[in-house]
């Protein structure tokens, strides 16, 4: 596989209001020069800065990376559903054209969450409102699955090999909800897609051979070192892309990027990588936590940037 000249990680953040310092957007950028990271305090500043990125590697004839920390996909049988065709492209334009962002961080995902609970005969499969004002459709606790819905993907129960718990992208709310980040992220992703058509590739439902390359990640999977490194009183959100950017770099920089490569190489039937998506690295945390043993410790990957 072709080196990356530069790695950006993305911690996404569906906070209401613009934001910074944990539960906020956080950028981990890793390249030659070190590893540092950016704090945007709202979901438009992050779109512009992923634009700019891009645009600047592609200007510059590098090679870049995009890691971002959400779903990619949704569990199978969802997307044709709701979307009329059983892949995740078909979910990134339908929410694109449904999910509204006003200035400030004002979105209307659990508006868009409720109409597509409205699909199935039951009250989910979308749960979780943190506001005080009801959505109607949306219920607040978590209600039984349609039938024939998974709870997970399949990259959630291979991470969880690993000893990690991803959350069920169908809550919204509550303690390590992600669904609202799925639901404010995928809208995002779809506009970059269209703005380099050609020029940027999505893993897994794409080849991994364009100039850029757009992957989710899944920061957990480097659990125990974030934890280390966040007791000395740094910002987790801002520990995980860090030590994430520098995992990748460091394996796009081995000689023979046997790890990067296999990294990109998930065992999984095409049918359920190209409707659900896949981590990159799910179920080999131990290739990123040696990658970062490689780096010489967690102190430099701190001191650089």
Same mark, same amino acid.
């Given at each position: 596989?072709?080196?990356?000249?530069?790695?950006?990680?993305?911690?996404?953040?569906?906070?209401?209001?613009?934001?910074?310092?944990?539960?906020?957007?956080?950028?981990?950028?890793?390249?030659?020069?070190?590893?540092?990271?950016?704090?945007?305090?709202?979901?438009?500043?992050?779109?512009?800065?992923?634009?700019?990125?891009?645009?600047?590697?592609?200007?510059?004839?590098?090679?870049?990376?995009?890691?971002?920390?959400?779903?990619?996909?949704?569990?199978?049988?969802?997307?044709?559903?709701?979307?009329?065709?059983?892949?995740?492209?078909?979910?990134?334009?339908?929410?694109?054209?449904?999910?509204?962002?006003?200035?400030?961080?004002?979105?209307?995902?659990?508006?868009?969450?409720?109409?597509?609970?409205?699909?199935?005969?039951?009250?989910?499969?979308?749960?979780?409102?943190?506001?005080?004002?009801?959505?109607?459709?949306?219920?607040?606790?978590?209600?039984?699955?349609?039938?024939?819905?998974?709870?997970?993907?399949?990259?959630?129960?291979?991470?969880?090999?690993?000893?990690?718990?991803?959350?069920?992208?169908?809550?919204?709310?509550?303690?390590?909800?992600?669904?609202?980040?799925?639901?404010?992220?995928?809208?995002?992703?779809?506009?970059?897609?269209?703005?380099?058509?050609?020029?940027?590739?999505?893993?897994?439902?794409?080849?991994? #051979?364009?100039?850029?390359?757009?992957? +989710? $990640?899944?920061?957990? =999977? @480097?659990?125990?070192?974030?934890? /280390?490194? !966040? #007791?000395?009183?740094?910002?987790?959100? +801002? $520990?995980?892309?860090? =030590? @994430?950017?520098?995992?990748?770099? /460091?394996? !796009?920089?081995?000689?023979?990027?046997?790890?990067?490569?296999?990294?990109?190489?998930?065992?999984?039937?095409?049918?359920?990588?190209?409707?659900?998506?896949?981590?990159?690295?799910?179920?080999?945390?131990?290739?990123?936590?040696?990658?970062?043993?490689?780096?010489?410790?967690?102190?430099?990957?701190?001191?650089?940037?």
């Amino acid at each position: 596989m072709t080196p990356f000249d530069d790695i950006a990680i993305l911690d996404w953040s569906a906070a209401r209001g613009p934001r910074k310092g944990p539960d906020s957007i956080w950028l981990g950028l890793a390249s030659a020069t070190g590893v540092g990271t950016e704090n945007l305090a709202t979901r438009a500043l992050a779109e512009q800065r992923l634009r700019h990125l891009v645009a600047a590697a592609l200007a510059g004839g590098r090679r870049l990376l995009i890691g971002a920390d959400f779903a990619f996909g949704f569990p199978q049988g969802f997307a044709q559903a709701i979307a009329g065709r059983a892949h995740a492209f078909a979910m990134w334009e339908w929410l694109a054209a449904q999910v509204i962002e006003a200035p400030g961080n004002v979105t209307n995902y659990r508006r868009v969450a409720a109409r597509m609970n409205s699909v199935f005969p039951s009250e989910g499969p979308f749960w979780g409102n943190g506001e005080a004002v009801e959505t109607p459709g949306l219920p607040r606790r978590k209600p039984p699955l349609p039938a024939g819905l998974p709870a997970v993907r399949h990259c959630d129960q291979m991470a969880r090999s690993d000893g990690q718990s991803p959350k069920t992208v169908w809550q919204l709310a509550g303690a390590g909800a992600v669904g609202a980040q799925v639901l404010t992220g995928l809208p995002v992703l779809h506009r970059l897609r269209q703005a380099f058509a050609g020029q940027l590739s999505v893993w897994p439902f794409e080849q991994p #051979s364009a100039p850029v390359i757009l992957a +989710e $990640v899944y920061p957990s =999977l @480097l659990g125990q070192l974030v934890a /280390q490194a !966040s #007791s000395q009183g740094t910002c987790k959100d +801002e $520990v995980q892309v860090r =030590l @994430l950017a520098a995992a990748f770099w /460091q394996l !796009s920089c081995r000689p023979d990027r046997t790890g990067l490569t296999g990294l990109f190489t998930p065992a999984a039937p095409a049918d359920v990588l190209a409707e659900e998506g896949w981590m990159l690295g799910a179920g080999q945390a131990d290739i990123l936590r040696a990658a970062l043993d490689e780096f010489s410790g967690t102190e430099r990957i701190f001191q650089a940037g």
